[in-house]
């Protein structure tokens, strides 16, 4: 893929993001992306689904895997808004994306970089690229308006 | 939740780990424990439903969060008998697991010690407990009988 087109599979990330967003979950979106076209997207709905495992990537790869009944997405991209976190980052090395193209990072919870980096660890049996801050301004803040909102009204999200 | 209690739990994780081996998947079973009860259960199936992301330990996981219709699962244990791998490790921290106890190590993919130390990495917002090498002999011997068969059926398991 051509960097290039990054910033218009990311803008597809975005608005899965704002789709949480709209269900008062932190707004985080993903996309699978094969020879250029989305074969998974995902928002995370840790609350509405009650499942601490229901992030945005993990729910996009799930729709990938259905897309070619296999759990290997070997030529695949993963575009999500936020830095993912160390399970998500697990995930995408297990599914042996190519590369993960991320906006904002997160440092609590980052595995790409922030806290861990797993998926360039020479020790695992398969490496992803990462790519780093594609659209992170307008990512940035739409994490601030929800946490803004969220100090506002004093509502719990994790 | 007393010590001498583990061996007891790690066999319930034993025997959906010989589920597994028994559907040729590689065999990893796992269960979570609240107040000496076993509320959840799993055993791989990442080749069975096409998914990386299927590991024993998801899925017990999973099965947790429906009992509680919460995905914070602070009092409870999670038992694997393989070490938990990277996603494996960070979905434990997130959902907020007391404490992780696992029968053999992964040097491959091992998220408790082997190649990254995550539940008790301190900049992460929440901490595991990690108790290793229970039931140890007969996770091993489990797992070398199905790497011979894989071997001598050419098998690609990963």
């Known amino acids: 893929m051509d960097p290039t087109d990054y910033p218009h599979f ?93 906006g904002a990072s997160d440092p609590k919870f980052g595995g790409c970089g922030s806290i861990f980096t797993i998926p360039t660890e020479i020790k695992l049996n398969h490496r992803c690229e990462i790519v780093r801050g594609v659209c992170e301004d307008e990512i940035a803040a739409l994490m601030r308006l929800f946490f803004q909102q969220v100090r506002q009204n004093k509502t719990k999200v994790n």
Not at 52 to 68: N, Q, W
């Open 10 to 102: 990311m803008e597809m990330a975005l608005r899965e993001a704002q789709l949480a967003f709209e269900e008062n979950e932190v707004p985080v979106g993903a996309v699978v992306v094969f020879e250029n076209r989305v074969i998974g997207r995902g928002h995370n709905r840790t609350i509405a689904l009650a499942d601490a495992t229901a992030h945005a990537e993990i729910i996009a790869l799930s729709a990938a895997y259905g897309h070619f009944e296999d759990w290997r997405l070997e030529e695949c991209y993963l575009f999500s808004t936020l830095e993912p976190c160390v399970m998500c980052s697990g995930a995408a090395v297990l599914s042996r994306i190519k590369t993960i193209v991320y």
